[in-house]
């Protein structure tokens, strides 16, 4: 612990309290504007796509400018940004463009704040630094969800508000944290001093990178291929519960359901790198994601057996939060182990490229599966790209 690490982790808390508002009540409110699943998934995956693109561009800045803090504030800045383009939107446009300004920020700062982390602690203590940053970040994640749930819940009897007019409410007050984020960064983060390397090229660097690490990148990206954006499970819980709850309360209790996953992902975060830094962070990661293909497998069949018990999808979630608690732990940690210090960012970038890419694909082709086919289905097609990741993964342990 150290006031880099704690003042990334107060940053990253703020953040996501910021944009993890909007994320819990967005299926909700694309329900109250007549926005098909369809959409959803596609303005979740092509803001992930271009957060992926981001990262790998911010990276290679980074490295050849020698100014990460000034990107991630901008990154930092980008996100309340995108979260008032969202509050004034009344149909589908302006919420891809707000989703993709918030994604932008997130892509932006996201490798560069993981770096600078890196970087702040020793390699002994890395599984248990990003275990205390990930707790951090998801901290806001479970605040903000829990204030738009609350919101929700107290604006629905204004009716002068309209239909959207809760939502609205909650995406607006879910600005102010976004904006204490980019002063939190500024003023308590310290990025170590770092040379300018103005002859960098951004593809013979990557092709540089070893070999060994571009396998790693080959797994997950095709467990990526099936890692679709939370946003449906959240859709998946309403859709299942609106008739029983009605559209608003469904909605609410989805989002409860999300912030479940969220404290799940809060309470284990730090001790599974903790456990990461005893036993190896791979194998760990592996156990992550043979729990990921099991969400999707539990979700599917929830949907055909018609499932409407709040304690059964409560159950999913937790699975779900622990395995996010893995993965957001340990991919990087491993990346760490595979590529030298000087070719970190750029690493992660490319790291961060890869889930970006492939949860666009995966967020995409769930959400017109769910659409054109049936949810089943959609859940079904995740589980079997998460388990073919995970075999690869599984197969670069053997191998080693």
Known sequence: MNRTVAGAGITSALGDFCYETTTVILPGFLAALGVPAAMLGIIEGVADAFAAFTKMVSGYLADRLGHRKVLVLVGYGLTPAGQVLIAIASGWPLLLLGRIVSWFGKGLRGPLRDAIVIQAVSPETRGRAFGFHRTADTVGAVLGPLLGVVLLGWAKGLHWLGATGPFRLAIWASVIPGALAVFAFLTLVKDPQQSANPALRLFSSLRALPPRFRRYLDAVGVFGLGDFSHSMLILAATTLLANR??????????????VWRNVVQVMLSYPVGAAADRIGHLPLLIAGYVLGALTAVLMA?????????????????FIAGLYVAVQEALESTVASEMVQPDTLTISYGALGTVNGVTKFVSSALVGTVWTAVSPTCAFVLAASLMATGTFALARMKSSA
């Open 301 to 317: 069949l929830a949907f055909w057996w018609h499932v409407t018990s709040v304690p059964l999808l409560a159950v999913i979630f």
């Open 245 to 258: 709850l009605g559209t608003i309360e469904a909605a609410q209790v989805g989002g409860l359901l999300y």
